[in-house]
């Protein structure tokens, strides 16, 4: 019997996550080291990043810690350019994931100050744009690059919960992938927005609490999302079999939301 061959296989290639040292980052770089990547783990927290890499090393992966906030175009520039020299590689594939400001707070847009609207675009169009930016023509000049931007169904569906700026942001950085998805496509360059819905870790409380059993239930898979099933689909978009897939926002939510 010929052995199957194995799908999805990321060996050699380099892999920068954003705002991996907690939540849905941390699922997101241990499936794509799983796969072989070669992981630069990045937080606004140095902390964070440093034990986040710490234990995917320990794991036996290879992972280097790069704290840097995205918002400072200069710092992600510096910090990319070192941790590329570490790994002898430039950066292959992109997970644009930061993209909770610290401290984001729930309030409709009437209650919301204006001093607040800058920093949801800041972080999630800005700060995306400079990671983007940093990488992108290193991407291009080697002739292969996956870009994966995670945003929210909020980008694409109003919510009265009080995410108004947040949910424009992600719709503001979504326009920009289809545009660099059409401007890097010859180029061996994918860009695909991943667009999560109800995780675990949104909700206050385990499986046991009826809010999270509710919650739980108003998704037709009846349960919420979790970091591994984000990194299983970074997986795939970031791999050699998703060559043809370019442009697009793919769902993530469970069914909870179908277009
Ligand atoms: N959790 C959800 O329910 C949910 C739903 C839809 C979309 N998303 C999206 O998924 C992504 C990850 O969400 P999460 O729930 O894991 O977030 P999280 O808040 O748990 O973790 C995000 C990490 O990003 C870091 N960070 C914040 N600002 C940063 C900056 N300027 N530079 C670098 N790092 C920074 C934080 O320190 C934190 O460790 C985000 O883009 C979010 O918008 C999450």
Known sequence: MSEAAALFDLTGRVALVTGAGQGMGVGITRALAAQGAHVVVNDLDPVK???????LAAAGFTAVAAPFDITDAAAVEDAVRRA??????????????????VGM????????????????????????????????????????????????????????????????????IEGFIRHLSQEVARSGVTANSLALGLMANAVPGDDSSPAVGALARSVPIGRLGTPADVGAAVTFLASDEAAWLTGQTIDLNGGAVTN
């Open 49 to 55: 990043a440093e034990t986040a890499a710490d234990l």
């Open 105 to 172: 707070a729930l309030g409709s847009f009437r209650e919301l100050d204006p001093a607040e609207w800058r920093r949801y675009v800041d972080l999630n169009l800005y700060g995306s744009l400079n990671v983007i930016h940093a990488v992108i023509d290193g991407m291009c000049d080697r002739g292969w690059g996956r870009v994966v931007q995670i945003s929210s169904g909020a980008g694409r569906t109003g919510i009265a919960f009080g995410i108004s700026l947040y949910g424009a942001s992600k719709s503001g």
């Open 84 to 101: 590329e020299d570490q790994l002898g590689h430039g950066v292959d594939i992109l997970v644009n994931n930061a993209g909770v400001p």
